[in-house]
């Protein structure tokens, strides 16, 4: 090491002396850019040894057709001559007969014909002028000739220095793989040439890409960085591609390949370069991709490429190919876009140039390989594209090689940056062995643990140390995948260790060697003991010292967990104080948090030190009785109740008198936190709607247990499964005008309970209102009809209109109104046959809101009713305003519709102005006949109830044909089967 030292002085000095300056400047930059300069002036302005040389393509006629068996020589010739004539032909592997005219000689020198084919396996070719027909000119192979034809290195040449001139000459030819056929006409001394220049560009690519690549394996070898051999062999990869782009990747250093086995060889060298690709990229990526990219991009790499190795080894070529280059496009895509998001991540200049020589090598390298796939590849000079592609891999080395520069810098800053980091924050490294006993520490984890720093880690006072000393034990595999990702893992040392003291915390990282365990672990105990104070101040509300809801919940969970595992009872109040929000109108947010504060004085005096108050809502507080019945929970709540509302609360000069109410329940163990103070709440309304200040859910109370059964049934709705006990039926609506023509019906939701008890509709509907669940149980309705249509469409051919009823509070929610568009967008077919019921109170809330929600729907070509129409609201003036197609009048105005004359009135009015104003006119719970009758005279068009029918399963729908299969009493039967006989002779539309 002192003599390195001494070397890099001894060198430093002389470099700082004038000479040593000279020579540096000398030797970095003017020999290097003289080589460059030279390089460029001699390629551009001094004549090539290796000139580049062309010939003249001949016209060829050629069968797409092959030749029938036993055909002569002299018929293929006249078949052949018929074809029009093309310059190059794309061929399918087999056999190919082609004629040409072989032109009178420009020249004395002497010609020779060339096919430029290289998986032409045999070429034979006879004269077929009328001088010598079926002359034979020669035949070859690739390793045996006779006559005029030769095996070249990309096909065969046919010397026609003999050949009386002009002629015309036909040939066969053999191809192993799909390739060009064409024929040119050069001069010896050119196609000499030509031969000499493609030698020298095979030479150059194949000379240069080895030696590239040996290079990379010895630097591999002496820095021990194996990403250089992994790029060595995709280099090689490349270098085989491009000469399959080239056209000669049919020899391989000087040795022929027999073109027999090129289609598999071509199939194994993709599927090869598949896979050195991506774990080339991968590895380079590492760093720029977090852990989940890398792992799922290796994925796709690995299962993509076994695939293609599997297509290789059991697929034909032809199959093959298309395989082929859509495995390549998709792994460019992969790379291009993790080249794009590494120059986002890394923002760095070195990155920037990386990346773009990267991507100039892929365009060239893919440039190559679409020529191959149009049958271009011959535009493409040999020795230029040999100098390309070499010029292309050497940008990719280079690149990978800054890159693993970049990294060790990274490295060695990181390292640098470690061990200041472990002056100024000290880590404890450890080393344990497979039985988890320490063989290694340093001395801040010595200090840490309370050992002696100059102390022996084998033995401490005649005993070895083992992790579980100090720690638990832990899973070492789990903890170093945890630390790859980047996740932290937090232990704590032995509570006996800590005392007196709080706990100590430590952040622990590890990483297996083998059967050992390498890690680190961090001190965070202030850190710790921090966010426990944090947590303890999100858990309490500033202004009353109560819990927040997040508090009280936590502390609610507990009580619910003894009273499941030791059946400890438990009680829960809910709070809420009136006139809150006039007080804070009137006299502003100062006085309401004052007497927020005397509130919550005054409830804490009167509990003791268990029972806890939280404050869960602007002035609502719920109290948490552990240990304690309701019913004995009561008398305190009496208490509070008392104290609040008796005497008035004096803030300032002022004094506010408040009038609160309460609810107090028996939390039960199938109750959750949120459940539980649910249920309080909904005893709380309770005790307002009946004017009194506590009302009572004790453990078998009736309203607790509904409660309890009306979560239950929204937890259903809430998972993904279909749900149980909730299920539609259907009521028949029966037209009065055509009443065995159709089969409408309108969607009804039923729930039933635990014990398989049916469950009063509305009652559900009004719980789920107030807890926000009716959102999610109209789209369920919705998503289970439609799907339940498209299940049986072909047996709901009488069925036109399916009624819905959409509850006011999801009609008023932006977020349920796009959640339900969406539903009726994946059946667009089947929402033409809904019609979606507005209760009329609801729609006349805000007109404009339901005017565009209706017009919404009928452009996508369902109908809209306006539901209980005429209950309590004088609304005809407002009907003119809102688009509907349907009015369906209140039930309670047509049950009971015969008892008066007013009654009759009142719904002939509605129904002459509904059909003045173009809508369809439904009357609801029609109970008799008479009352049908009287309906049907004034022209409503369609009736509902439990005269025709009462709701039914949705089998029973699916079962019948029309509206009597449905009918149970007689007299119903009667009077539909005279209304529909009274109606056929009628016109359509006629009352």
């Known amino acids: 090491m002192a003599s390195t030292k001494t070397t890099a002085a001894s060198l430093s000095t002389y470099a700082a002396t004038p000479s040593g300056r000279i020579a540096y400047l000398i030797s970095h930059y003017l020999i290097p850019l003289a080589i460059v300069l030279g390089a460029l002036i001699s390629s551009l302005m001094l004549p090539s040894l290796y000139p580049q040389t062309s010939g003249r393509v001949l016209p060829v006629h050629m069968l797409e057709t092959p030749i029938p068996a036993g055909q002569t020589l002299a018929q293929t010739a006249l078949k052949l001559a018929d074809e029009p004539a093309h310059f190059t032909r794309y061929r399918p592997p087999g056999a190919a007969w082609f004629l040409f005219d072989l032109p009178t000689p420009a020249t004395e020198q002497t010609d020779r014909l060339y096919l430029p084919t290289p998986s032409a396996t045999n070429l034979a070719c006879w004269s077929a002028d009328g001088q010598s027909p079926g002359q034979a000119i020669g035949q070859a192979g690739r390793t045996a000739h006779e006559g005029a034809i030769r095996p070249v290195q990309q096909g065969f040449t046919i010397d026609v220095a003999d050949l009386q001139r002009p002629a015309s000459i036909l040939c066969t030819v053999d191809i192993a793989l799909a390739d060009t056929v064409s024929i040119g006409l050069w001069q010896h001394a050119d196609l000499t040439a030509y031969f000499s220049r493609l030698s020298r560009g095979i030479g150059v690519l194949e000379g240069g890409l ?94 993509s490429g076994l695939m293609l190795l599997v297509a290789a080894l059991m697929l034909p070529y032809v199959w093959f190919q298309p395989i082929m280059f859509l495995a390549a496009w998709l792994g460019t895509g992969l790379i291009a876009v993790n080249l794009v998001y590494a ?84 880590f404890g490294l450890f080393t344990l062995d497979s039985a988890n006993l320490f063989e290694h520490m340093n001395d801040t984890m010595r200090r840490m643990l309370g050992l002696d720093p100059q102390g022996d880690t084998e033995a401490e006072n005649g005993t070895t140390i083992r992790w579980t000393d100090y720690f638990e034990a832990q899973d070492w595999a789990q903890i170093a995948r945890s630390t790859e990702l980047g996740e932290e893992v937090e232990i704590r040392l032995h509570s006996r260790l800590s005392e007196p003291g709080p706990v100590r915390s430590f952040l622990l990282r590890a990483t297996l060697a083998g059967s050992h365990v390498e890690g680190s672990i961090q001190d965070i105990s202030a850190r710790a003991e921090m966010i426990r104070k944090l947590g303890l101040l999100a858990d309490r509300d500033p202004l009353t010292d109560a819990y927040t809801r997040r508090g009280i919940e936590a502390q609610m969970d507990r009580s619910i967990t003894a009273l499941a595992n030791e059946g400890t009872p438990c009680a829960l109040a809910y709070l809420n104080l009136d006139h809150m929000k006039r007080i804070n109108d009137m006299f502003g947010h100062t006085a309401g948090e004052e007497i927020l504060k005397i509130v919550s004085e005054r409830v804490r005096y009167a509990l003791s030190e268990n029972q806890q108050l939280g404050r869960v809502g602007s002035d609502e507080f719920v109290i948490l009785f552990p240990n304690m019945q309701a019913r004995d929970a009561q008398h305190i709540c009496k208490d509070i109740i008392e104290s609040l509302n008796s005497a008035a609360l004096n803030v300032g000069k002022r004094f506010f008198q408040l009038k609160s109410a309460m609810g107090v329940i028996d939390i039960d163990k199938r109750m959750n936190a949120k459940d539980a103070i649910s249920a309080a709440s909904r005893a709380c309304r309770e005790a307002r709607k009946q004017h009194t200040d506590i009302v009572l859910y004790e453990d078998n109370a009736s309203e607790l247990f509904e409660h309890i059964e009306e979560l239950r049934l929204f937890d259903q709705l809430d998972g993904s499964s279909a749900p149980r006990d909730i299920y539609l039926e259907m009521q028949p609506i029966m037209s009065l005008r055509h009443p065995l023509q159709t089969l409408n019906f309108e969607v009804l939701l039923r729930v039933r309970n635990s014990a398989d008890t049916h469950i009063s509709t509305p009652k559900i509907i009004q719980a789920a209102e107030e807890n926000g669940m009716i959102s999610i149980i109209d789209k369920w309705v919705f998503s289970a009809t439609l799907e339940w249509v498209a299940r049986h469409r072909d047996k709901l051919l009488r069925t036109e209109v399916i009624n819905i009823n959409l509850s006011g509070v999801s009609l008023n929610d932006d977020k349920f109104i796009d959640m339900l568009f969406n539903v009726l967008n994946s059946h667009p077919q089947f929402t033409r046959k809904l019609c979606v019921e507005i209760t009329e109170g609801v729609a006349l809330l805000d007109l404009e809101r339901t005017r565009q929600f209706m017009r919404r729907l009928q452009r996508m070509g369902a109908r809209v009713a306006l539901d209980d129409f005429g209950a309590g609201y004088t609304s005809f003036s407002y009907l003119k305003e809102l688009p509907a197609d349907i009015i369906k009048i209140d039930g309670s105005l047509i049950c009971d519709m015969l008892a008066s004359k007013a009654n009759v009135a009142i719904v002939a009015t509605i129904v002459d102005l509904a059909h003045n104003l173009g809508m369809e006119c439904i009357a609801e719970w029609v109970e008799d006949i008479p009352t049908m009758q009287a309906l049907a005279d004034m022209g409503v068009d369609s009736v509902q109830g439990y005269v025709i029918s009462e709701a039914r ?5 699916l079962a019948s044909t029309t509206i009597l299969n449905l009918v149970k009493r007689p007299e119903a039967r009667a009077f539909i089967e005279s209304l529909s006989g009274k109606r056929l002779d009628e016109p359509v539309g006629q009352d």
């Not at 021990?224 to 491009?242: C, D, H, K, P, Q």
């Not at 990747?249 to 090869?272: C, F, H, N, S, Y």
């Open 210 to 303: 080895m030696t590239l690549a040996l290079f990379l394996v010895v630097i591999a070898l002496t820095t021990r960085e194996w990403t250089y051999v992994l790029l060595a062999a995709w280099l090689i990869g490349n270098m085989r591609l491009g000469a399959w782009a080239l056209g000669w990747d049919i020899q391989w250093l000087g040795i022929e390949i027999p073109a027999t086995t090129m289609p598999m060889v071509r199939k194994l060298t993709v599927a090869a370069y598949y896979f050195l690709t991506y774990n080339l990229f991968t590895q380079l990526f590492s760093s720029s991709l977090s852990a989940v990219s890398r792992r799922r991009l290796l994925a796709t790499g690995a299962w």
């Open 343 to 426: 120059l986002v991540r890394m923002h760095s200049r070195v990155w920037l140039w990386y990346i773009i020589g990267l991507c100039l090598a892929l365009v060239i390298m893919l440039g190559g390989v679409v020529l191959v796939t149009m049958g271009e590849e011959g535009r493409v000079d040999p020795f230029i594209g040999a100098i390309v592609l070499l010029l292309a891999n050497l940008m990719v080395a280079l690149a990978v090689a800054e890159h693993t520069r970049e990294e060790r810098r990274i490295h060695s800053r990181a390292r640098n940056e470690l061990i200041a980091a472990d002056r100024l924050m000290p």
């Open 953 to 957: 399963p949705p089998s029973e729908m």
